[in-house]
């Protein structure tokens, strides 16, 4: 459908907002018309989610090396270390849900209708999410072990120590007893 040039703008109006009454343009942008003014804030609103999304793309790879070829976590030595990758889960999330805000934002604004190539990358970035939150789980479930395991050689240390002192003890009371024999010799 060819659109003629006294065509409106077609944002999408906020809420209280009125219809922009704008004649709009076609920038390169399919179907869709914006007057000037609404074709800026597109790129504006672009621009922005395309930021969290290079983030996020760069951000999710480093989550998924937390993982091996069949899918559990990689040897994390100490606590330290799951806690940095927990950190690092943490923030690939947020950057996720950035972009993903963005996104919505943007579609709002522009499309009154929900497209399918909006849903479908909505539902992958969900997807992304959702990965990320399964490595938390795992992360959370290590960290568990290790302070366990850390707790278990506390315990061991303090009975190896409870050992000596015993084995201490024992010294000390055979020399009282030898000491104590030795003086009833002499006497
Ligand atoms: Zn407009």
């Not at 009975?159 to 009833?184: K, P, Y």
Request: glycine share 6%; hydrophobic share 40%.
């Amino acid at each position: 459908m060819q659109a003629t040039t006294s065509d409106p703008c077609q944002v999408v109006p906020a809420n209280a907002e009125r219809e922009c009454t704008n004649p709009g343009r076609d920038w390169g942008q399919g179907q869709l018309r914006l007057c000037k003014t609404h074709h800026k804030q597109y790129g504006q609103l672009t621009a922005a989610y395309h930021a969290h999304q290079i983030e996020a793309a760069t951000m999710y790879p480093q989550v998924m090396a937390f993982l091996d070829d069949s899918g559990h976590l990689m040897p994390m030595p100490g606590t330290r270390e799951v806690d940095n990758a927990l950190k690092v889960c943490d923030r690939t999330f947020a950057m996720l849900e950035k972009e993903i805000n963005g996104r919505e934002a943007h579609h709002r604004r522009f499309f009154p209708q929900m497209n399918n190539g909006h849903r479908m990358r909505i539902a992958f970035l969900r997807e992304q999410q959702e990965n990320v939150q399964a490595v938390v789980g795992m992360l959370v479930a290590r960290k568990r072990e290790l302070i366990e395991l850390e707790r278990a050689r506390a315990v061991a240390r303090r009975d190896q120590a409870g050992v000596v002192n015993l084995h201490e003890s024992a010294i000390n009371c055979w020399t009282i007893f030898v000491i104590a024999l030795r003086l009833r010799r002499q006497a």
